[in-house]
């Protein structure tokens, strides 16, 4: 009989114990005199890390699912106070892999990415910063929590953040700008919290990267990041070229946009409209599109299909918005019953469709590559994670009309421009990271005032028409990312420029794209970003060209819809 989510048993583990365990573990790992009889403690080791996983992700999810329960927000609570007690057995165990005798055999074994994972780890921890780190936790969490209790008076209705998505593309311009003053009302009420929660994140992190000896917590943010085969200007060479052939490309996109709608000066409450008619939206309620989402899935592949099967029965998705749900949609993995999990906010817009898509690119990835016998290998490093759920966009372009109907041609002109527009927004979140964590001094007034420098530089079309506290530089407060995973955000548009060639290879030979993602989806994250993107037989997105390249493809495709028809 097939074992549901809701079946899935949580116990709290006892760290104390399980650390005593690995100890003893790794000790008996030392004494080994061979690679063979070491790697036979190291997959008991790996039983220890995955229960923990798995406990841990079960705490996270079921207490997203419900802020407001009890139980699980303690069991979240008791994962921040010992999350870096967990981090020091992944120390200790990390430390005895790079020192063993016999390194070289276990490479040849496990793969060298194991060995530079290891590394990262290594250079990322201390004891002596535990407390700090509990400390950051502890911020990250309230920082969610404080968004997740929204309850907005709106349009006779209590709605949370996610619930306001569908008035952001209302035909009726009034109720859009109304729609952003409500939201805004509750983001200016706790404007001096929030500002305050990522003045602690910043000095906290900026305090643990010097007890780690560290200058600052940019190169500490880049090895948590595990950035091995790229480093900080390369990433700022990429940033220079978004500015240089995007930023242009998106303000003309934005120009078209404004005529579309017929609006004498697009504003911040405009953005989402993209057509008079009303915005593309899917037809039917979350079971409709998760039984869409299943026929498509099936027809794509036989891969696909046995997945999505496997996920419907053990019902692995949490997708509709409600009240004291956590925002936002992820993908994680719970090792001991080998599944993945989407968790998503439906709110009937167009973002229903493509939130399913690319959460099931990360889940189809970690399905795909839930054999492999080493966990660091359940996911890749984050920016490759993106390439799986991106690509998976767009590799289901030829099913959207399951989803849309008549509105096909509608959404896919708008998935495709937004996320052009996408690039420059996401160097943008990625620079004033740089910005704040080489100048933690800032106050949160001086943040918010680089933050709107930024937007001239990348975003200079966008007018908030005198609403607070997004004029005054505050629009970063609604993006998760900043507070709790510093400097994730470039990972999305270097993927993105991974994703769109996969796009393009499709429309040339989707067998043979479809192929190589596959391929990339087995390979899981045994490989670091640039090996994995050859091995998909892309061009990595740092080479020059590559971006105008992709880009200038892209801006063919708009240009061939008549947008103003649709």
Not at 30 to 51: G, M
Not at 203 to 214: C, D, P, S, W
Not at 267 to 279: A, L, P
């Amino acid at each position: 009989m097939v074992q549901t989510f809701s079946e899935y048993e949580y116990k709290r583990p006892d760290i104390k114990r399980i650390a005593a365990e690995v100890d003893a573990l790794l000790e008996e790992f030392k004494e080994k005199d061979s690679a063979d009889a070491q790697a036979k403690v190291i997959d008991r080791l790996n039983t220890y890390f995955n229960h923990l996983s798995t406990m841990s992700n079960l705490a996270l999810i079921r207490s997203t699912i419900d802020t407001r329960d009890a139980f699980y927000d303690k069991e979240r609570n008791f994962f921040d106070e010992y999350g870096p007690t967990i981090q020091e057995i992944d120390f200790k165990y990390y430390q005895a892999l790079m020192d063993s005798p016999h390194r070289n055999e276990l490479e040849q074994r496990y793969g060298t990415q194991l060995f530079s994972l290891a590394e990262k780890a290594v250079k990322g921890f201390d004891p002596k910063v535990k407390t700090l780190l509990q400390q950051e936790n502890k911020l990250d969490s309230e920082y969610s929590r404080l968004l997740a209790s929204a309850e907005i008076e709106f349009d006779g209705k209590v709605l949370n953040l996610s619930e306001f998505g569908p008035y952001a593309q209302h035909t009726d311009r009034q109720i859009r700008r109304s729609a952003t003053e409500a939201v805004q009302g509750f983001m200016g009420t706790h404007l001096d919290k929030i500002d305050q929660i990522y003045d602690e994140l910043v000095k906290t992190r900026h305090q643990i990267a010097v007890e780690l000896g560290y200058k600052n917590f940019i190169e500490l943010g880049y090895i948590r990041m595990n950035r091995i085969d790229y480093d900080s200007e390369m990433v700022q060479n990429f940033r220079n070229q978004v500015a240089e052939h995007v930023v242009p490309l998106v303000t003309k996109l934005k120009e078209r946009q404004r005529r579309r709608i017929g609006v004498e000066k697009l504003k911040i409450y405009d953005e989402s409209f993209d057509f008079t008619t009303g915005n593309a939206v899917p037809k039917g309620d979350t079971e409709d599109i998760l039984q869409a989402g299943e026929n498509m899935y099936l027809e794509l592949s036989e891969e696909t299909g046995e997945f999505f099967k496997f996920m419907r029965q053990r019902e692995l998705f949490d997708v509709e918005a409600k009240k004291g749900k956590e925002g936002g949609g992820y993908c994680t993995f719970i090792p001991d019953y080998s599944s993945p999990f989407i968790f998503s906010n439906f709110n009937g817009t167009l973002d229903d469709v493509t939130v399913l898509t690319h959460e099931a690119g990360h889940a189809f990835q970690s399905y795909m590559s839930s054999g492999f016998e080493v966990p660091e290998y359940q996911f890749p490093t984050l920016e490759s994670a993106e390439i799986h759920s991106m690509s998976m966009e767009y590799f289901t372009y030829p099913w959207m009309e399951q989803f849309f109907k008549e509105d096909t041609d509608k959404f896919k002109y708008t998935h495709m421009a937004d996320n052009i527009s996408f690039l420059p927004y996401g160097v943008a979140i990625d620079e004033f990271q740089h910005i704040v964590y080489e100048h933690p001094e800032l106050s949160p007034a001086e943040r918010r005032q680089e933050w709107q420098k930024l937007e001239d530089k990348y975003l200079p079309h966008r007018d908030y028409d005198g609403i607070e506290p997004l004029a005054s530089g505050a629009f970063w407060h609604k993006q998760g990312h900043v507070f709790s995973d510093p400097f994730y955000y470039i990972d999305y548009t270097l993927a993105q420029v991974c994703a769109m060639q996969f796009w393009k290879r499709a429309n040339e030979d989707f067998d043979g794209a479809w192929s190589d993602y596959i391929n990339l989806c087995r390979l899981g994250g045994s490989l670091p970003f640039n090996a994995l993107v050859e091995e998909a037989n892309l061009i990595s997105p740092f080479e020059d060209g590559c971006l105008q390249s992709v880009v200038k493809e892209a801006e063919g495709y708009l240009n061939s819809i008549d947008d103003s028809a649709l």
